[in-house]
């Protein structure tokens, strides 16, 4: 992996590490200001104001997939054989399995129940990001998908931020994946704005003076979960401020920590 030619500015870890989930963001629904909707929560939660150089705000996708309309009525969707007779054989809706594929960019695997795909974006994960939990009213009958773009999503709420209080605070959108030859999901980054979201520290020393030849930590992945811990998955809080994290400034992306099909020993 070449060097990254573009400006960068670490941030030291604090003595601490601190997760302040906002409070009261309403139901969100497409079309509305979500950036607004977060400035409001930032400035309502005590302890958040003022923003400081060490922050970090997490956003859960499915608040932004709301926001930017990215939402299927299934009561529209007519799927095709091969997801009614996986839907039957292991308890799945239909129309569910269906747009997966419709959005899936490659299947990687369909088996025992569990589908696998390989988003536009280039995410592996279940289902596609497409997820019928936590959408809001129209549970049973809406899913959500992941955002077109969501580094654009991420620099909107950057922008807004700075626009409103003065500081640069990186924005990072989560969402919740499974892991290979493991149980349990963990929040990972799927979209970033404002920091890196690896450091590779290959050729630097270790604290022993021995030089790592393999070691890239996955940031904004560890400050997904980091906010997931604080946020939960039916508290109603969609949005985190991380404060004392180490990370690196940065006009970074989330393809930089996406592998490339030629270093993917499982494909």
Do not use: Y
């Not at 070449?2 to 400006?7: L, V």
């Not at 950036?35 to 309502?44: F, G, H, K």
């Not at 003065?166 to 929040?187: A, C, H, N, T, Y």
């Amino acid at each position: 992996m070449p060097p990254d030619p573009r400006p960068v500015t670490p941030v030291d870890p604090g003595p601490s590490l601190t997760v302040i989930a906002l409070l009261g963001v309403p139901e969100v629904r497409p079309g509305d200001d979500l950036a607004t909707m977060i400035l409001d929560a930032i400035e309502a939660t005590p302890g958040v104001v003022p923003l400081r150089a060490d922050d970090v705000l997490v956003v859960t996708q499915k608040v932004v997939s709301k926001a930017e309309g990215a939402i299927v009525d299934l009561k529209a969707v007519e799927p095709r054989p091969e997801a009614v007779e996986f839907g039957k054989a292991w308890d799945r809706d239909p129309r569910q399995l269906e747009v997966v594929l419709r959005e899936a960019a490659r299947v990687v695997r369909m088996e025992h129940g569990v589908l696998i795909t390989e988003t536009p974006h280039g995410f592996i994960c279940a289902n596609g990001g497409v997820d019928a939990s936590n959408v809001g009213p129209a549970s049973g009958s809406v899913v959500t998908l992941l955002p077109k773009d969501p580094d654009a999503s991420a620099a909107r709420i950057r922008h807004a931020i700075r626009e409103r209080h003065g500081v640069d605070v990186p924005v990072v959108i989560s969402d919740s994946f499974g892991r290979p030859w493991r149980w349990g999901i963990v929040d990972v980054a799927i979209g970033v704005s404002g920091l890196l979201p690896i450091e590779d520290l290959r050729g630097s020393p270790d604290r022993d003076g021995r030089v790592m030849k393999s070691t890239i930590r996955a940031v904004a992945d560890e400050l997904a979960s980091a906010a997931e811990l604080a946020l939960g998955k039916v508290a109603g809080r969609p949005a985190a401020i991380v404060r004392g994290a180490a990370f690196t400034r940065g006009e970074g992306s989330i393809r930089d920590a996406l592998m490339p099909a030629s270093w993917d020993l499982f494909r």
